[in-house]
């Protein structure tokens, strides 16, 4: 059983979307999980305020769980089970090296170091974050695809690179908030080195090039990534008193949002 959450006049769309948009029409389990990680961020600050600071890392770990476990899914509906696992397996191993390697170097983010909050870890890297980023590398490689309008060269690799990077203006900020990692030298941006959002950049682009991601479903993704948006931007600004963050992420992404959608309206 599928739910279409958007229905959409197909032969109004250019022959290349129409696979893409078609995607919007959801299985019943992928809009439980989309309505349950929702629900998980919300709770987020609920659960803090009731449970202390201890719940956030279970709050975290579960939202992270549930916003991965939907992508996955999405991403297998388009490529099948051996292109997605793959991509994840790409994804999860480099993105844990180059956060083993950061961590232990300075390089390519920074001096950085992950709390013991967050566990399990190897080579003290949270097993959680390789899945943080893949929950996310998906709709940032569909805006860019809007943006751009194809799925190749160098203007959908450097766009990938922002789109990722964009949400790194709300993540970094609230994460360092609440203790689950460090920086030796917080300066920059709200605390955070410059160094790593270079670093973001070059990562996400490398990653980019060794996946070739091509031919996902454009309106799920684009819905996870304004999704994402706005529960960063009202979460930060309302409930974990980061209104900078807030309000610098809201511009970034947002743009990034509105220049999707004006090419959309505008092949």
């Known amino acids: 059983m599928s739910v279409n959450l958007f229905p959409i006049d197909m032969s109004k769309l250019p022959p290349g979307d129409r696979l893409s948009i078609r995607s919007l029409a959801l299985t019943s389990v992928q809009v439980a999980l989309f309505g349950t990680w929702i629900l998980a961020m919300i709770a987020l600050p609920i659960a803090k305020y009731f449970w202390g600071e201890a719940a956030l890392t279970w709050g975290i770990t579960a939202s992270v769980i549930l916003q991965v476990t ?15 696992i793959q991509a994840a397996a790409i994804v999860a191993i480099l993105t ?6 950061g961590t232990a170097t300075g390089l ?31 709709a940032a490689w569909v805006v860019a695809y809007r943006i751009v309008g194809r799925w190749e060269g160098i203007q959908f690799v450097i766009v990938s690179a ?6 790194d203006l709300f993540l970094d900020p609230q994460m360092v908030a609440w203790d689950l990692w460090t920086w030796a030298e917080p300066e920059g941006y709200f605390g955070i080195p410059w160094q790593n959002f270079l670093g973001w950049l070059l990562a996400t682009a490398l990653i980019t090039v060794a996946v070739r991601p ?3 479903p454009t309106g799920s993704f684009m819905l ?18 980061l209104p900078g ?13 509105w220049l999707a959608r004006q090419q959309r309206r505008n092949p």
């Open 245 to 257: 963050p807030a309000l610098v992420g809201f511009v970034g992404m947002g743009s990034l949002i």
């Open 96 to 101: 844990w090296l180059v956060e083993a390697i």
């Open 70 to 84: 939907l992508v996955v899914s999405i991403v297998h509906q388009a490529w099948g089970v051996a292109r997605t």
């Open 162 to 167: 922002l789109a990722m990077t964009a949400w």
């Open 224 to 241: 996870i990534y304004l999704v994402t948006w706005l529960l960063e931007t009202v979460g930060l600004f309302f409930f974990w008193g």
């Open 108 to 138: 390519p983010f920074g001096v950085y170091h992950y709390s013991a909050l967050l566990q399990p870890q190897i080579a003290h890297v949270p097993l959680l974050i390789p899945l943080a980023w893949l929950m996310m590398f998906p």
């Open 214 to 216: 091509r031919d996902l």
